[in-house]
Every structure is written in structure tokens, then in C-alpha cells.
């Protein structure tokens, strides 16, 4: 079995790439830039905390390497072996989030209990959590489309994993992770053909469900209070936020170069995970800012075309898993940069693809590499049954003969 799924790529028709190059190179460029900030941000807080100034980006180069190779297995897997057990990894995303809450096996950090000690390196159940129920919900959509379509109970079906996954995640606590996951649930749903009243009373309860966990802590209600004025405790709940302003002011338009940010020297918070982003923005620019937006943009773009392309060819599964992950990278990164910006109260999400993180840059290259997979799919589809028909007309005019089609 493991040979057939080695061996499954193949050749399509000579000229046509097997994958797509704009989503490729907006990955990597993303991915290479990362490095180089994790490196850039990193270097003295290394320094001081472990003794030697590369010790991050050591690690996130080693994750690096693990996420090419978690890359190139995934491609290999065709697109129905993740249809098929689909429910089997929903069941293996919610064991490791009740598991991250075992004294003894989920390790707490920063007040949050998010990871699973494995040795060296700690796994972050909540992003493999969002992997599995994406791939999931695409198998629910194709097989109960048509409930979806006209009645409540399709609808209602999949949000009861959904509560249980969030329910966990807000138990470690996660609330950026429940709200991304959320979110990528419902426009699943939207997009499988849910109808707009349903979708508007649907956002609207979940909108009040946010809101409430919002006020539910007293720490979340002081984020809110400091994210609308962060300059009123600019040392206390408005701390982070204010050293990430005043970083993207000191960048200006140009920034003040590669390694100069002064915001790093351990007056930003978390500034190779979290607020990597206001760096990058420091050193940079505005402009430098503009161009990590932008290949999120192309990023994000092809992704909801190869799922558009994935539905037009009545493959469904493959469009929804891909819009899906669309939405998984969307929503993490608007929310990582308007947290930057300060459009938006502190959450502990990363940068995907960008910020240092050995889980979700994993997660992140297996997604990008299912799609990569439905788009080559895809390809094999629209060429091969090309080619098939050419080869018919190829063999008709040997034999001096009509086409059957042609025949009146």
C-alpha cells in the first residue's frame, strides 16, 4: 500500500506543471522570509536565555527541513486516502486536545496549557485539531450535501464535533484557535450551498457565543479594554500592543534595515512568534510590511481557485478541503496582523508559514501539499480524459472511419 501511494504521481501531458507555481512560490517565499526574521528577532533573547544567539533559528531550521519532508509525503497521498478516514482523524484531533489537558502530559506555557511534551519538542494539538476537522467536514459536505442544502439538521450535525473541539480548546485556553476553527466551519458551510437566512442567524448566534466568552474571563475583558486604548496602560494590559505600534512606527516607509529593529531588544513580547509581523514591519517598512500582505494574498487566492476549479469539476471533496484550508490561512493571518496592527486584542495565534513554531509550520506545509495534490488531481482529470479522447480520434482516423459521435 505505501508503495502504490509513493508511486502515484504521474505524468500528465508534456508542458502542463503538476503543481501550482504561484501557490508554491508565495509558500516558499513566506517560509524563507520567516527564517530570516525568526533569525533577525530572535538572536538576543537566544542570547541571553540559552547562551548562544542562534539557538531559535537552529531549531526552526530544523523544522524546516521536516516540513519539506512532511511536504513531499503528504503529496504522495492520493486525495481520497484523507476522504476516507476523514472521521478516523477527527477522533485522533479530539483525543489529542483532551490529552493536552492531562496533568503530566500537557505542558503550560504562559498560563496556557496548549502542547504535548514529545521529548525536545512540545505539539500543538489545536493545530492538528483544525487540520482533521477541515478534512472531516469536506467528507460530511459530500455525503449529506443535499440536508445541507434544505434543512436545519444538516446544518446542525456538524457543529456538535465542532462544540466539543471548542469547548476543549477554551478549556487549555486557546480562544484565537476556537475562533479560527469557527470560523473556517461556517464558511465551509456557507460555501456548501447553506442558505443565506439559515447563514445569517447562524453568525449571529456564534457572533453572541464569542462575545460571551470575550467577558467570561476577566483577563480577556482587560485585552478588550487595552486593545481600544492601548496608551492608557502602555506598562500594564496595554503593553504589548503599544511596543508593536511603536515599532511599525519606527519603520516608516523603508524600515530601518535587516537586524536594527530596536523593539526586539526585549521590550516586544514573544517577538519570533506572536509579533513577528511588527518586526518584519520595523525593519523593513511599510513596504516590506505590504509585501508579506500581498503574498498572503496570492497565497490565499490560489488556494480558493484550485477549490473553485476542484467544484467545478464536480470533485467536491477536494473543493471543500481546500476551502477550508483557505480559510485556515486567511483567518490566522488577518488575525496575526491586525493584532500587529492593533486592529485587533491580543491572541496567541501565529503567523502561518512566518513565525517560529515547529506544529504549525508542519500543519501548514501539509495542507499546502494537499492542495498541491488536488490541483495535480485535478490536472490528471481535465488532461487525461483530453487525452483519452484524442487518442479514440487517433485510432478512428487510422482506420479510415467515422467517429461514433460523428455518425448521424
Known amino acids: 500500500m505505501i508503495r502504490r501511494y509513493w508511486r502515484s504521481w504521474q505524468p500528465i501531458q508534456p508542458g502542463t506543471i503538476p503543481f501550482d507555481p504561484w501557490l508554491l512560490l508565495a509558500a516558499v517565499c513566506l517560509v524563507l522570509i520567516g527564517f530570516v526574521m525568526i533569525t533577525s528577532a530572535s538572536m538576543d533573547v537566544a542570547a541571553e536565555r540559552y547562551g548562544g544567539a542562534f539557538f531559535f533559528s537552529i531549531r526552526h531550521g530544523v523544522f524546516m527541513v521536516l516540513a519539506l519532508i512532511t511536504a513531499v509525503v503528504v503529496s504522495r497521498i492520493p486525495v481520497s486516502v484523507w ?228 467544484e467545478k469539476q464536480k470533485a467536491f471533496f477536494m473543493a471543500y478541503a481546500a476551502y477550508g484550508f483557505g480559510f485556515i490561512f486567511a483567518g490566522q493571518a488577518l488575525i496575526n496582523i491586525g493584532v500587529n496592527v492593533g486592529a485587533l486584542p491580543t491572541k496567541g495565534l501565529t503567523l502561518p508559514l512566518l513565525s517560529y513554531g515547529g506544529s504549525s509550520l508542519l500543519v501548514c506545509a501539509a495542507m499546502i501539499a494537499i492542495v498541491q495534490r488536488i490541483d495535480y488531481e485535478l490536472k490528471c482529470q481535465r488532461f487525461g480524459a483530453a487525452g483519452a479522447g484524442r487518442k479514440a480520434g487517433n485510432r478512428s482516423r487510422r482506420k479510415g472511419s467515422v467517429p461514433r459521435e460523428q455518425r448521424t
Request: hydrophobic share 55%; charged share 15%; with cysteine.
Open 83 to 310: 476522504h476516507r478516514f476523514g472521521p478516523h482523524l477527527l477522533l485522533v484531533g479530539a483525543v489529542l486536545l483532551v490529552l493536552v489537558l492531562v496533568p503530566g502530559i500537557g505542558r503550560e506555557v504562559n498560563g496556557s496549557r496548549r502542547w504535548i511534551g514529545l521529548g525536545p519538542v512540545n505539539l500543538q494539538a489545536s493545530e492538528l485539531a483544525k487540520f482533521f476537522m477541515v478534512l472531516y467536514l469536506s467528507g460530511y459536505l459530500v455525503r449529506r450535501l443535499s440536508e445541507v442544502r434544505n434543512s436545519w439538521s444538516g446544518v446542525i450535525k456538524p457543529t456538535l464535533p465542532l462544540a466539543l473541539l471548542v469547548c476543549l480548546l477554551i478549556m487549555e485556553p486557546d480562544y484565537g484557535a476556537a475562533v479560527v476553527l469557527m470560523g473556517t466551519v461556517m464558511g465551509m458551510i456557507f460555501l456548501g450551498g447553506m442558505r443565506f437566512g439559515q447563514f445569517l442567524l447562524v453568525l449571529a448566534v456564534a457572533c453572541g457565543l464569542v462575545a460571551l466568552l470575550a467577558i467570561a474571563q476577566p483577563y480577556r475583558m482587560e485585552r478588550l479594554k487595552s486593545f481600544q486604548d492601548p496608551w492608557a496602560d502602555p506598562f500594564g494590559a496595554g503593553y504589548q500592543l503599544s511596543q508593536a505600534q511603536i515599532a511599525f512606527g519606527r519603520g516608516d516607509w523603508f524600515g530601518t534595515g535587516l537586524g536594527n529593529s530596536v523593539q526586539k531588544l526585549f521590550y516586544l513580547p514573544e517577538a519570533h512568534t506572536d509579533f513577528v509581523f511588527s518586526v518584519l514591519a520595523e525593519e523593513f517598512g511599510l513596504i516590506g510590511a505590504l509585501l508579506v500582505i500581498a503574498l498572503y494574498v496570492v497565497l490565499v487566492t490560489r488556494i480558493f481557485l484550485i477549490g473553485r476549479q476542484a
